[in-house]
């Protein structure tokens, strides 16, 4: 079984500043995916950014990008110059590759507030 | 634009009703899931169907069930409600074996009296 930890319940950032979210993991898989999903307040859940394990490579996605550390089994969020829409929940979540038929394991989620 | 509407925002419920939670997806997506969304715990997997009328368990299944007798709807039912269900429970849907971006619905916060 997987298990995925975010270690910081709350966190709080200046507009136009950076703030990086922690997450770690746990498996056994060699194939597996990592995302962030992000729960504005009312809102939707939607996802922010993805991540095979198999590519050293860092995802990007406009002012998102991660940091991903495998043999530490670690996948942090960066958020660059931070917006007001960006105040949200975070989540991390780990999917096992193969016919996992896409399920998610989440983390307990960090609410991220933005402030001018 | 993939839409998964959920159909009540809100619901009160009294101990040991049977409720349903049904939800609708628009994409023709194979996969869906029920998960419930409680602080500190995140969300957690409580049944998902990978095609019609298929279902696994997730992680906490016990006191739910799920019906999918159509593609684009997947229904969680609590067939004796208990407080212990009070929580927010959230719907998704993908594309695919796996990989795919789970779409969310907004949600239903349900609370049993």
């Known amino acids: 079984a997987q298990t995925v930890t975010q270690s910081q319940p709350e966190m709080s950032v200046q507009e136009a500043e950076t703030v990086t979210l922690s997450c770690t993991y746990d498996t056994s898989e060699n194939n597996y995916y990592l995302f962030w999903y992000k729960q504005p307040p009312s809102r939707q859940m939607i996802l922010v950014i993805r991540?095979?394990?198999?590519?050293?490579q860092n995802a990007t996605e406009n002012r998102f990008s991660v940091n991903f550390q495998k043999a530490a089994k670690s996948f942090s969020l960066k958020i660059s110059d931070s917006q007001l829409g960006d105040t949200a929940m975070y989540f991390c979540a780990f999917e096992a590759g193969g016919t996992s038929y896409g399920k998610l394991t989440f983390g307990q989620g960090t609410i991220l507030t933005v402030h001018p | 634009d993939v839409k998964v509407t959920q159909s009540s925002r809100y619901l009160v419920k009294r101990t040991g009703e049977k409720v349903f939670l049904e939800c609708v997806q628009d994409?023709?997506?194979?996969?869906m899931f029920w998960y419930r969304q409680d602080p500190g715990l995140g969300l957690r997997l409580i049944y998902f169907?990978?095609?019609?009328?298929?279902?696994e368990k997730g992680d906490i299944p016990e006191g739910y069930s799920v019906s999918r007798e159509k593609k684009e709807r997947f229904s969680l039912i609590l067939e004796s409600a208990s407080t212990n269900q009070t929580s927010m429970y959230l719907c998704?849907?993908?594309?695919?074996?796996?990989?795919?971006?789970?779409?969310f619905g907004p949600g239903t916060r349900l609370t049993v009296t």
């Open positions: 991540q095979e394990a198999y590519k050293q």
């Open positions: 169907s990978y095609d019609v009328k298929m279902k």
């Open positions: 998704a849907s993908s594309l695919g074996q796996s990989t795919y971006e789970q779409y």
């Open positions: 994409m023709d997506h194979e996969n």
